[in-house]
């Protein structure tokens, strides 16, 4: 960290200040020049709060070189950080797939979109029992029925399962799921995620509609501080200004967060545009550009789905996207 | 809600299409052209989910006439909502003042604080006991005994207290606190809205940092359909390109928002643009458009606070910023 | 500005960066800790591309303490400058307001409202020949003879005139015109900018709708830089995710800007929004917080306007707003 | 387009209204219900002012069903359009790849570069002339001189040569250039568009930083209306709040642009992120999912480049990205 002083600052404030920060293990170089002096501070910063000081009346500018997360960062930790489910495993160099129905409606919806999904390549089955939904009129989902049945699929399929929580209280219902999802509006929900950084399953956190990647390596530091380091980020669309689409796909955060962090980064094309047609072009340029894997919603009767139907894509339509998922995987980016 | 078929649609689907819509108790009103059909949709289409009907393959565009609220909507309830908590009434024309530190650190600061806001005018205490920071090395407040402090201010001072819940099971923990804070970054925690919608205080529910003027009703609305009617909204700055202040203060939102709902529309100037100096012009500013209420940061000693202290004034600088914002409300929008 | 090295940096590239600094005539003071080494560099360095820097091996990163822009800087100017144009003056602690139609559209339509403004307290009068419209199918404009109108409006009613100018090949018609606009889209036209600041008239610099604080100062740099001196910023609004609302106002860019710059501050509310029913509360909260001078749209038949209509308001109301606008500034902020 | 009037609404002012739209060759068909009366509008549309319509006092709502650009429209040019230069045909399911310096900057570094992407089966050379930059005290490009070189060096390897154009009054200079480009912040300088749309060559249209596609398209609109039809588009990356990355690619716009419109689309990597690692995932994913072109900064020696260094790849990096275009293009999106 730089703290770049004001010209001629207080000499009691300045020793307040340096005196505040040795007190936390770090080492101060100072450099004087004529216009402003700089301070580098050594050591481990995590910890400190640049607003702290950068409201004193002494302070110019802050500059945080170190990043402000440690368990998350690929610098303390080099290697890809691999999470095996099943027959998948995120950052691996593989894309494997995670698909499934939006919400869980009934068992023969689900059983039919499981199977049909399991023979087309998908590794995981998603279903979503608990829906955050924009409107309180809206269908929530069928709750712990919806968990159930999703354990059947998973008994008949042989897929693992994956599925959104969305408070803590209900995570005895979770047991016998695999992947735990955060959704993109609880992504900042910080009590859920140091509870969740006790679960013992993988967590599948998905990036906020208005959050930078490092706020989302903030909230992986939070899943991590609490004990679980399997987290699997995914991006799916940021808000802008843009109409035509839903939100904005952010491609170029695999790349980036790629390089900041060792854990898996998948993409979630379905969400982000919520435009069906966008489904296949999306996820075949996501795995181009090394996406550690795929989450995509299809449906039997999208015309149909209780929601999200317009984003959903049929399971024909879904087997045409694994096979070119797979071809692209195959000469895709490898950083 | 009008509905916009493609030309020379299939007439089963329509047919399928017209009784599941009239299955709902909607009228249907059939505009026949040679270019496109348009169907006025007559009743109550709240519970239509738009998105459903333009999956289908014979629709070409919907759009909703009627908003997807009811219980918040100016339409239905033309009267302002007025809540009184204490000397201060909400929606009243009034421009009642919430003071207080950003983080309860200790009984001598909340005291401190507590009673200079109120000889400065300020109608309520506020004091964050439960801290959301993006880091999970940050402060992340005095929990219990952050409460505890609080309705000891209260006592003394005979200020009402206002503060932030993140998780319902603390909720016992706020039987005393007058104002239920729901944060921006809770505005869409779902779970939250709907368990809170029980309390019997009334709730200040801050704008999430990228969601619409829509989505904060609608997020009201799943607090009034709980039960709990008493929601005052607040505007707190929204996530956009511009670096120089933290957030873009939105003050269009309030006679926008005024003209949408009949509940008061409060205004946050500490978070929005997180620098002090910008705190005075911009309560003044927001008093002048017809704010029914503003909830500033003071602190004894900003440059020391654990939390946002670059965004705190000094309780001199409050007492000013009071005394401009009741001129500036004497003379202010009344819509 | 501070360059941070990294880690033991190459010496021979070290030598390379230092060398070429210092040819620039700018000092060097270097601070060596254990994890980085800083390069603190005194002297002017507004010509020095902070992207050069950072795109060497040994660098970190790199911190721009000055600001990139010179003549627009407080920091060397410390007084207001104010901008006299007839009987208003920008930057003097008053709140001119300039009045008058989106589009000049005929003799009768532009006399009527120049009358009515001028009765109502504006100071001038605004009006479009030439207008920036996103279709090609939409109206253009009067262009040399909107012109004409409106200096046959400035003899009639004596008030001084603001157009806008989208080619620098049509200046010879802006003779007569007091103020020449330069439009959101054309705000980083930097072949436009470079032209106008040869022009004797002041230029009213509008903020495009994705550039911040810093890029606007750099436009008028460059305005500046030309040799014009006289610039009076004016914001109208930025791009958001928010659609209830055409653009967001951005009022706090008022007091920012007036923090980083000795030029004059004006807002328009009417495009801001694009609703005429937010005019009068926006313009309120304008003046409150210190805006330097407000341009608005009025429109004697504003369901008839050529373009723009939903945004004007009629001359009743204006007379309305500025009067309101007297009251505002009258107890409004001063910084 | 379709008209929703409020109830009961005014007769006078609606005959008023129907007459106005008939006489513009449009017919109407009325839809009478309880709530509300829905007009829809048939025929050409196109030139009918929604806002203007919207500011009535007897309308609640329009929606435009039709697009408001037509020459652009995919609707009434099914097949795509083909954009033949030197050996590269843009729109024809071929990737072929613009590449060389963001400025040209002297005959030996741009004959260099030529030379090298020529090799590695770059199909026509870029380099700025006239250089749009933020700060009036950056390099501003060689101008006529930047110019010349281009021809130089397109006699020397037979590419043909990409210049951006910032003002029309240097058009004469452009006779040599194959494709003239408009930049990100000159799409809505609308004079520019109609005065280029009288250029012989192709233009590669840049999209705006807060320009949505169907800005982007009614700007190639101009273009085309003043009769030139050979408009290339380019997503170039948007404005949002992300900090990680300069601006951020939108790559969904290439499948969702080339459903609206027949026009070729093509994607700028290096502007976008402004980062050079980046360059090679983002490329590779562009051509995943169809794009008809890539326009990539390549420099000899980017950390001494002039301009725009940080996202500048070498030549031997350029040679990696092309080789790994070519396959992804061969097994890319078709639409």
New interface residues.
Partial sequence: M?V?LKKNPDPKQLRHLTSWIESMGI?I??????????M?L?GDT??I?T??I????IV??V?R?QE??KDANRKFHAENTVIKVGEAAFGSGECPIIAGPCSVESEEQLMSIARSVKAAGAKLLRGGA?K????????QGLAGDGIRLLSLAKKETGLPIVSEI????KIDMFEDVDIIQIGA??M?????L?EIGKAKQPILLKR???N????LL?SA??IM??GNKNVILCERG????????RN?????A???LK??THLPVIVDPSH????A??V???S???????ADGLIIEVHND????L????QSITPEEFSDVAE?VR??NE???R?
């Avoid at 969305?166 to 209280?169: A, E, L, Y």
């Avoid at 930078?212 to 706020?215: F, H, I, K």
């Avoid at 808000?239 to 035509?244: I, K």
């Fill in positions: 730089v770049v080492k170089h100072m450099s004087e020049g004529s216009m402003q002096t700089v580098g050594v995590t910890r709060d607003d702290l950068e409201a004193l009346d110019e500018a500059k070189i402000p997360y608990f955050p939904r924009t409107s309180p009129y809206a269908f969305m408070d803590i209280s509006r609880n900042q929900n910080f009590e859920l140091k906020g509609l208005a930078t990647l490092q706020e903030m530091e939070y501080a609490s940021i808000r802008t200004f843009e109409t035509a689409t904005t796909l952010d491609l170029s695999i790349p980036m390089s900041m982000a545009s919520g435009i047609a966008l296949k072009p999306m075949m340029a996501a795995a181009a550009c090394g999208p015309k149909h789905a929601c999200d139907g317009p070119n071809r692209m000469i895709g980016y950083g």
